[in-house]
């Protein structure tokens, strides 16, 4: 009903808005109105003949005096900014605007930086580690603490990486009809389509249609992965830009079959296949009558879907957003002018939200249940934001934009027809005040930077602050200052969880906010590349901790929320260059980064490692681009090589959707290669790739080299793949 009543919202909508009216014109001299004038007598009424004193006032002839024209008061016109014709539009004049005022036009090149997001997300993957299916989840090899929301989220964070925000929904404003079409193949059963339609039926009213949708069945058992997302997004705007509306909606869907990674046999087969020794009934290898281990060829768990796993089930995310944004400008600087010095705004979102985890086979992976029959968990969030707005830009003080937000949480689980053994609140329903200020200011060639964040009540309360600085030095050298400081609230999922398993439920509703502090300089140069560092302190940092007991190591799985108490230093330094030779192109970017965490001296154990990241993370691209068929075709052509050291990266787990600090099993110090070749005819670009190459090569140089390249402990990344894709651009 409410999908109905969105779609009545916006066709309403395009009526009221798209009607341009009509420009009234008058002539350079005003129309002639004949009246019939007075006029008061020339004589005094008392020279007046007796005869013509019956009244003072005569009707003049027409014929005799020329009619006297009352000149109409002319009407304001309405302020018309010049259209450009058709013949004259460029691809720079398609825009695509997001919520933050950031604004790009359309792009239709070919570039490396195009190759590095021509994926799932649409984004560079340097920092992450897909998981084997496509949509299944990321595993993290770097940190950026500050990106995340002010205000706590529901949790389940690893179904929220293909999940649109209200951020990531773009507004347009285009001259004509425009369409986008994203496809690419996935690993088995299905394909992967993200289709954007936009049209204007006036250069003020902007309207745009745009469906993601993807099946992939996956190589392993129980790994099938599938979405639907629907994004509905308009922007009306009057010719003076006094006046905008932004609205959008938004419905989405993302399922995931999962397994839990696989069990410590399948793991064996996983890592030695094809061959394998052959062992005794105890489990020692047998040996030959030269003392070496005798082996058996198997290719059988090649096929990977015959590797066991943990457990069968499946989660899901839903989610329906409604959300608009109403600003008028005032006081423009000029006559006839579209920039103004003050805009005040309307904001407000509604979101709701549900996951589920549900399995028709309950085993003793997550321990014990409430029920032997099916697991079904449900949580239920939904959050109503309302802010208002003002923006100032005045060339001496500099621009400044302060919001006033309310935000309402209402967090819960379903009901269930068992009774529990503890007693916990169902919910947590909660509401914030908040106020936000940014401030920008260029003086002297430097651009000053800062934001402020402050929640007025202290139940789920944020406060930050940041400042930088940044301006160009010498020789097209720039550099970049900045400070941010947090200190915020968890997910809802860290104070309070409820599910049929009973070693995951808890409240630990006293847990107290998380600090971060980072420090980070930046030099940059055009042809020399970009240097970054940064520095991060972490207090009260939280996470869910692995407390299996290792003699079930594998073998299951529990959980629990665990807040430290020691400060972790978190050190990242990145150097990111691309040299061009000729037709020839090296793009590297390396990473280095330690996590410190403080040390009691007077404790025996010091608890687990809290955060864990590899050492050094390398990518190297050595690419070729030319043209053919006379520059008709322009391609791109190479390979990327990426490495990272080993670590113990954290572990998976589907009933959370979260991933787990554990401090047992380390992944890494595995090469991949991915060959690529990318070719450009006029708006379309396609895309052949080769993944994880280097695995099918190394085994036929070395067959016994194990298979030993894992995206999380247990869960191996994905094996060689032959992945084809295609982005078209239509201007109508």
Same mark, same amino acid.
């Given at each position: 009903?409410?999908?109905?009543?969105?779609?009545?919202?916006?066709?309403?909508?395009?009526?009221?808005?798209?009607?341009?009216?009509?420009?009234?014109?008058?002539?350079?001299?005003?129309?002639?109105?004949?009246?019939?004038?007075?006029?008061?007598?020339?004589?005094?009424?008392?020279?007046?003949?007796?005869?013509?004193?019956?009244?003072?006032?005569?009707?003049?002839?027409?014929?005799?005096?020329?009619?006297?024209?009352?000149?109409? *008061?002319?009407?304001?016109?309405? &302020?018309?900014?010049?259209?450009?014709?058709?013949?004259?539009? $460029?691809?720079?004049?398609?825009?695509?605007?997001?919520?933050?005022?950031?604004?790009?036009?359309?792009?239709?090149?070919?570039?490396?930086?195009?190759?590095?997001?021509?994926?799932?997300?649409?984004?560079?993957?340097?920092?992450?580690?897909?998981?084997?299916?496509?949509?299944?989840?990321?595993?993290?090899?770097?940190?950026?603490?500050?990106?995340?929301?002010?205000?706590?989220?529901?949790?389940?964070?690893?179904?929220?990486?293909?999940?649109?925000?209200?951020?990531?929904?773009? &507004?347009?404003?285009?001259?004509?009809?425009?369409?986008?079409?994203?496809?690419?193949?996935?690993?088995?059963?299905?394909?992967? !389509?993200?289709?954007?339609?936009?049209?204007?039926?006036?250069?003020? =009213?902007?309207?745009?249609?745009?469906?993601?949708?993807?099946?992939? !069945?996956?190589?392993? %058992?129980?790994?099938?992965?599938?979405?639907?997302?629907?994004?509905?997004?308009?922007?009306?705007?009057?010719?003076?830009?006094?006046?905008?509306?932004?609205?959008?909606?938004?419905?989405?869907?993302?399922?995931?079959?999962?397994?839990?990674?696989?069990?410590?046999?399948?793991?064996?087969?996983?890592?030695?296949?094809?061959?394998?020794?052959?062992?005794?009934?105890?489990?020692?290898?047998?040996?030959?009558?030269?003392?070496?281990?005798?082996?058996?060829?198997?290719?059988?768990?090649?096929?990977? %879907?015959?590797?066991?796993?943990?457990?069968?089930?499946?989660?899901?995310?839903?989610?329906?957003?409604?959300?608009?944004?109403?600003?008028?400008?005032?006081?423009?600087?000029?006559?006839?002018?579209?920039?103004?010095?003050?805009?005040?705004?309307?904001?407000?979102?509604?979101?709701?939200?549900?996951?589920?985890?549900?399995?028709?086979?309950?085993?003793?992976?997550?321990?014990?249940?409430?029920?032997?029959?099916?697991?079904?968990?449900?949580?239920?969030?939904?959050?109503?934001?309302?802010?208002?707005? $003002?923006?100032?830009?005045?060339?001496?003080?500099?621009?400044?934009?302060?919001?006033?937000?309310?935000?309402?949480?209402?967090?819960? =689980?379903?009901?269930?027809?068992?009774?529990?053994?503890?007693?916990?609140?169902?919910?947590?329903?909660?509401?914030?005040?908040?106020?936000?200020?940014?401030?920008?200011?260029?003086?002297?060639?430097?651009?000053?930077?800062?934001?402020?964040?402050? %929640?007025?009540?202290?139940?789920?309360?944020?406060?930050?602050?940041?400042?930088?600085?940044?301006?160009?030095?010498?020789?097209?050298?720039?550099?970049?200052?900045?400070?941010?400081?947090?200190?915020?609230?968890?997910?809802?999922?860290?104070?309070?969880?409820?599910?049929?398993?009973?070693?995951?439920?808890?409240?630990?509703?006293?847990?107290?906010?998380?600090?971060?502090?980072?420090?980070?300089?930046?030099?940059?140069?055009?042809?020399?590349?970009?240097?970054?560092?940064?520095?991060?302190?972490?207090?009260?940092?939280?996470?869910?901790?692995?407390?299996?007991?290792?003699?079930?190591?594998?073998?299951?799985?529990?959980?629990?929320?665990?807040?430290?108490?020691?400060?972790?230093?978190?050190?990242?330094?990145?150097?990111?260059?691309?040299?061009?030779?000729?037709?020839?192109?090296?793009?590297?970017?390396?990473?280095?980064?330690?996590?410190?965490?403080? *040390?009691?001296?007077?404790?025996?154990?010091?608890?687990?490692? $809290?955060?864990?990241?590899?050492?050094?993370?390398?990518?190297?691209?050595?690419?070729?681009?030319?043209?053919?068929?006379?520059?008709?075709?322009?391609?791109?052509?190479?390979?990327?090589?990426? =490495?990272?050291?080993?670590? &113990?990266?954290?572990?998976?787990?589907?009933?959370?959707?979260?991933?787990?600090?554990?401090?047992?099993?380390?992944?890494?110090?595995?090469?991949?290669?991915?060959?690529?070749?990318?070719?450009?005819?006029?708006?379309?670009?396609?895309?052949?790739?080769?993944?994880?190459?280097?695995?099918?090569?190394?085994?036929?140089?070395?067959?016994?080299?194990?298979?030993?390249?894992?995206?999380?402990?247990?869960?191996?990344?994905?094996?060689?793949?032959?992945?084809?894709?295609?982005?078209?651009?239509?201007?109508?």
């Amino acid at each position: 009903m409410r999908i109905g009543l969105s779609i009545s919202f916006f066709a309403l909508s395009i009526l009221l808005f798209s009607q341009d009216l009509p420009v009234l014109t008058q002539d350079s001299l005003p129309k002639t109105i004949d009246l019939v004038e007075t006029r008061n007598d020339s004589l005094d009424i008392g020279e007046l003949l007796p005869e013509q004193k019956l009244d003072s006032l005569t009707i003049l002839d027409k014929g005799k005096e020329e009619q006297k024209q009352l000149p109409k *008061k002319p009407k304001k016109k309405r &302020y018309i900014p010049y259209i450009k014709s058709m013949d004259e539009v $460029a691809i720079s004049d398609y825009k695509i605007l997001y919520l933050d005022e950031t604004e790009k036009s359309v792009d239709t090149s070919l570039s490396i930086e195009r190759e590095f997001t021509f994926n799932f997300l649409q984004q560079d993957y340097f920092e992450y580690l897909p998981l084997p299916n496509m949509g299944e989840g990321f595993n993290k090899l770097g940190y950026d603490f500050h990106e995340q929301s002010f205000t706590p989220q529901m949790g389940a964070r690893v179904k929220h990486f293909g999940y649109f925000e209200k951020e990531d929904v773009p &507004y347009y404003e285009m001259p004509s009809a425009y369409t986008e079409l994203f496809f690419k193949t996935t690993f088995d059963q299905g394909q992967h !389509l993200d289709a954007t339609l936009a049209i204007n039926t006036s250069p003020k =009213f902007n309207v745009a249609v745009s469906f993601k949708g993807f099946r992939s !069945l996956g190589k392993y %058992s129980s790994s099938l992965s599938r979405s639907r997302q629907f994004r509905m997004s308009t922007q009306y705007q009057t010719y003076n830009q006094r006046y905008r509306m932004r609205l959008h909606q938004t419905t989405q869907s993302l399922e995931n079959d999962f397994n839990g990674g696989l069990t410590n046999e399948a793991v064996y087969f996983f890592e030695n296949a094809p061959n394998y020794v052959i062992a005794d009934e105890s489990g020692q290898p047998i040996l030959n009558e030269n003392g070496e281990e005798e082996f058996v060829f198997y290719d059988g768990f090649l096929d990977r %879907s015959q590797l066991s796993g943990q457990v069968a089930g499946t989660n899901v995310l839903e989610g329906k957003r409604y959300f608009m944004d109403h600003q008028y400008r005032m006081f423009p600087l000029a006559k006839d002018t579209t920039a103004y010095q003050m805009t005040v705004g309307y904001r407000s979102n509604f979101e709701t939200k549900n996951y589920q985890f549900n399995q028709t086979r309950v085993n003793s992976y997550f321990f014990e249940t409430y029920t032997n029959q099916v697991v079904a968990d449900t949580t239920n969030y939904s959050t109503f934001e309302n802010s208002v707005y $003002a923006k100032f830009d005045n060339s001496l003080f500099g621009k400044l934009k302060l919001d006033l937000h309310h935000i309402q949480w209402d967090y819960s =689980f379903a009901e269930n027809d068992y009774q529990k053994d503890t007693i916990s609140p169902n919910g947590i329903n909660a509401s914030q005040l908040a106020f936000e200020a940014k401030w920008s200011k260029s003086i002297f060639g430097a651009q000053l930077d800062a934001g402020l964040y402050n %929640s007025l009540k202290e139940a789920y309360g944020t406060k930050a602050w940041n400042v930088s600085i940044s301006r160009p030095l010498f020789k097209d050298i720039a550099l970049q200052i900045s400070y941010k400081d947090r200190s915020q609230p968890l997910n809802f999922n860290f104070y309070l969880f409820q599910s049929d398993y009973k070693e995951y439920n808890w409240s630990t509703l006293d847990i107290q906010n998380q600090e971060f502090r980072t420090q980070s300089v930046v030099l940059s140069h055009p042809k020399w590349g970009r240097v970054s560092g940064e520095w991060t302190t972490l207090d009260n940092y939280t996470f869910f901790n692995n407390t299996t007991p290792l003699r079930n190591l594998n073998e299951k799985f529990k959980v629990e929320v665990l807040q430290l108490d020691k400060r972790i230093d978190y050190f990242k330094a990145r150097f990111d260059q691309r040299l061009d030779f000729r037709k020839f192109s090296w793009i590297n970017n390396v990473q280095f980064q330690e996590a410190i965490q403080e *040390k009691n001296t007077e404790e025996l154990l010091s608890g687990p490692i $809290a955060l864990n990241v590899p050492k050094w993370l390398i990518r190297s691209t050595l690419m070729l681009s030319s043209s053919m068929f006379n520059k008709a075709l322009f391609f791109q052509s190479g390979a990327t090589f990426v =490495f990272f050291t080993d670590y &113990y990266a954290d572990q998976y787990n589907p009933l959370l959707a979260e991933f787990v600090t554990q401090n047992n099993t380390k992944i890494g110090e595995y090469p991949r290669v991915d060959f690529f070749f990318n070719a450009k005819i006029q708006s379309s670009r396609i895309f052949v790739k080769l993944e994880n190459i280097s695995s099918t090569v190394e085994h036929l140089l070395f067959p016994d080299t194990p298979y030993d390249y894992y995206a999380a402990p247990f869960t191996p990344y994905r094996d060689f793949s032959l992945r084809i894709g295609l982005i078209w651009n239509f201007f109508e």
